[in-house]
């Protein structure tokens, strides 16, 4: 079993679609849970991040942890076609917080 | 504020070569780092650096060098260059206090190199 398990799409939606981007993971030692949007052609940047269990909103963006599941979502309301990239998420290494374990990223495409 | 600056761009070499990557930060950044993303794989770690003079393996080290002489640069060397090596390269840093557990990573354009 992989360490964490990110379907790679492609998604692709209407504009003003709420979408839903999903991994999951094996290691119940993370603690911090975090999503990078990358732009095709540009490195990663951080979208959000959290800590632990629960819900974290900024804007259109809602990333949400269930420890139980070992289960993490981002949620994207109101999609706008800027928001097309490829969305990664990615855990601090329990062992190495310097090393992150990533997902593959899914491909996200907003047609207007 | 530039953030992280990689050179060159894009490179195309042929088997046996040797190059150097280019990657310099201006944000006083401790914690540096190469990854290489290529299709199905993902991000995976090659080196990285948590200060001047200190150097680390990651993931997938063999057939890159890397030496840290000072806080901003951080090149990474391809000895004798692979086909297998034909990837988009990323250099990466991050601030050590205060962040030391969110991984929070700025990342450089990358560096598309193609091995013949």
């Known amino acids: 079993q992989k360490e964490v398990e990110q379907d790679p799409g492609p998604l692709s939606v209407p504009e003003g679609a709420i979408v839903s981007l999903n991994c999951t993971y094996s290691n119940s030692a993370f603690q911090y849970f975090m999503w990078y949007r990358q732009y095709s052609r540009k490195g990663p940047e951080l979208l959000m991040y959290t800590y632990s269990s629960g819900n974290k909103e900024d804007g259109r963006f809602t990333a949400q942890v269930d420890k139980s599941s070992k289960y993490i979502s981002l949620f994207i309301r109101d999609s706008q076609p800027s928001d097309s990239a490829t969305y990664l998420c990615a855990f601090p290494n329990a062992g190495n917080n310097r090393k992150l374990i990533w997902g593959l990223g899914t491909s996200l495409a907003v047609n207007p | 504020n530039a953030g992280v600056t990689q050179t060159p761009k894009f490179q195309v070499l042929k088997t046996g070569q040797s190059m150097t990557l280019q990657c310099a930060q201006d944000m006083n950044h401790e914690y540096m780092s190469w990854y290489r993303q290529d299709p199905g794989m993902g991000l995976r770690l090659i080196h990285y650096?948590?200060?001047?003079?200190?150097?680390d393996q990651g993931e997938v080290p063999n057939g890159y060098n890397v030496s840290r002489s000072t806080t901003e640069d951080f090149p990474l060397r391809l000895l004798s260059a692979a086909p297998s090596q034909t990837s988009v390269y990323f250099c990466?840093?991050?601030?050590?206090?205060?962040?030391?557990?969110?991984?929070?990573?700025?990342f450089g354009e990358g560096s598309r190199l193609t091995v013949l």
């Open positions: 990466a840093s991050s601030h050590p206090s205060g962040r030391a557990y969110t991984g929070e990573l700025f």
């Open positions: 650096s948590v200060g001047a003079g200190i150097t």
